[in-house]
């Protein structure tokens, strides 16, 4: 995805005054300047397709994500630190990295501000389901996991599909009516089906999640380092602390977010795209 688009100076200046002036002002001494500037962020939000599944709930180093449930999407909170772990652990992708540039250039005979909004690639991260079984003797909320499957690997079958297979599911099928089947070829192991389920013993399953794959590294200026111990503080991992006087970083628990970053008052702390 990527998007541009523009807003008319004319139109900021009229928000800027609405929410600048008094009510009683009628803003005629109002004067609105602006420089050129360019700015960019990112931003992660969750998409639509989010299948509730809570692995980003689960794989969140500082807890920054509310869980999805039956009803709600995933969210983001303030809480974030931008290490993106969450986009690359979402089985579906359905959380984004989205780069977002703000651009104002007085030359510009349009005057505008330009908006600019695109999906950042990001590398993903295995994950895997290693198998997968039904407890058909409980009742649950099967109707919910075969809705939100998100590779219709979870369906809900007549008995005649089961014996068809000749398959023993430990309980005695009824005619007429629909039970759970999981097309193991197919599940990809987000665990959503188990997550939703309100059942906790209705489905078990064991899959495997892959190590994070790191494409960005925290590059440390150490001539520019003042001693200030704010990247020490701020570091949610733990992963910073100053040694006589010299910034140490643990790489193994570092999760390249922008914590230590935004609080260096020097900048002597970047984080990096890998080449």
């Known amino acids: 995805m990527n998007v541009s688009f523009i807003k008319q100076m004319k139109n900021l200046e009229r928000e800027v005054l609405l929410k600048s002036v008094e009510l009683d002002d009628d803003g005629d001494d109002f004067q609105f300047e602006l420089e050129d500037f360019s700015v960019t962020d990112e931003i992660i939000a969750v998409a639509p397709r989010c299948v509730r599944c809570n692995t980003c709930v689960g794989e ?97 079958e007549f008995k005649e599909f089961f014996d068809d297979l000749d398959m023993d599911v430990g309980i005695e099928l009824i005619e007429d009516e629909l039970y759970p089947y999981i097309n193991e070829k197919l599940c990809i192991g987000c665990g959503a089906c188990k997550e939703i389920s309100l059942n906790d013993f209705a489905i078990e399953l064991d899959r495997y999640i892959g190590p994070v794959r790191h494409s960005r590294f925290i590059d440390i200026n150490y001539d520019s380092c ?45 984080r990096v795209d890998m080449k």
């Open 60 to 156: 969140c180093p500082v807890n920054a994500i509310e869980p999805a449930n039956i009803f709600r999407m995933a969210k983001i909170t303030d809480k974030c630190v931008k290490c993106e772990i969450c986009v690359q652990s979402c089985p579906v992708s359905a959380i984004k990295l989205i780069s977002n540039t703000v651009v104002y250039d007085s030359g510009d005979e349009r005057e505008v501000i330009e908006y600019k909004v695109a999906n950042v690639s990001y590398p993903h991260r295995v994950v895997r389901m290693n198998s997968i079984a039904i407890d058909y003797s409980v009742d649950n909320n099967w109707d919910d996991c075969a809705n939100l499957c998100p590779t219709n690997a979870f369906t809900l």
């Open 226 to 270: 003042v001693n200030c111990f704010l990247c020490e503080e701020n570091c949610p991992t733990g992963a910073i602390e100053l040694v006589d006087g010299e910034v140490v970083l643990d790489n193994d628990k570092c999760i390249r977010c922008v914590e230590c970053t935004n609080h260096c008052p020097v900048e002597a702390l970047k």
